[in-house]
C-alpha cells in the first residue's frame, strides 16, 4: 500500500478530522431535539466537546460533558446504555458506508484549563516565568 505523502507523524488524518466533526455535529443535533426515548438521558443538557475517530472510522469516541458538569457519571451511564440508538440516530443523519461504533469518555479539558490556571497563580510559578532566560543574558 502506497505511503501518504502527505501524512507527517502520527496525529488523525484530515479524514478523520473531519468525520469527527461530522459525527460531533450530528450526535449533538440528536442529544439537542431529545430523539432518544429515555428520560434519564433526556434530562440531561450534554455538550458534545470532540469526537476522535480510529484509523478506520468504525470507532468514534465523543468526549461529552453535562451542563455545568453536575451528574456527569449519571449522564455518562444514560449515553451509553443508549449507544446502540444513537449510533442507528447519527448514521440516518450522515453519510458514511459504516456506522461507527458510538463510545463516550468524559470531557476533562475544562479541568485541566482549571488547573493550569491554578498553577500560573502560584507564586513561584510566576516567577519562574518572569524570570530572563539565562540564554538571553
Do not use: W
Not at 479524514?15 to 430523539?35: A, F, N, Y
Not at 468524559?106 to 491554578?118: A, C, I, P, Q
Amino acid at each position: 500500500m502506497a505511503q501518504n505523502r502527505f501524512s507527517h507523524g502520527n496525529g488523525p488524518s484530515q479524514r478523520q478530522l473531519r468525520v469527527g466533526e461530522l459525527i460531533r455535529r450530528t450526535l449533538s443535533d440528536v442529544l439537542l431535539r431529545g430523539d432518544v426515548h429515555d428520560p434519564a438521558l433526556n434530562r440531561h443538557s450534554i455538550t458534545v466537546g470532540e469526537v476522535s475517530c480510529s484509523p478506520d472510522l468504525k470507532v468514534a469516541t465523543a468526549y461529552v460533558l453535562p451542563l455545568g458538569g453536575r451528574e456527569a457519571q449519571e449522564a455518562l451511564a444514560a449515553l451509553r446504555q443508549n449507544a446502540s440508538e444513537l449510533r442507528h440516530l447519527v448514521a440516518r443523519g450522515m453519510s458514511l458506508k459504516y456506522a461507527p461504533e458510538l463510545r463516550f469518555r468524559l470531557d476533562e479539558t475544562f479541568d485541566r484549563m482549571d488547573d493550569t490556571r491554578r498553577m500560573f497563580l502560584d507564586e513561584q510559578v510566576r516567577r519562574d516565568v518572569e524570570a530572563p532566560d539565562e540564554d538571553e543574558a
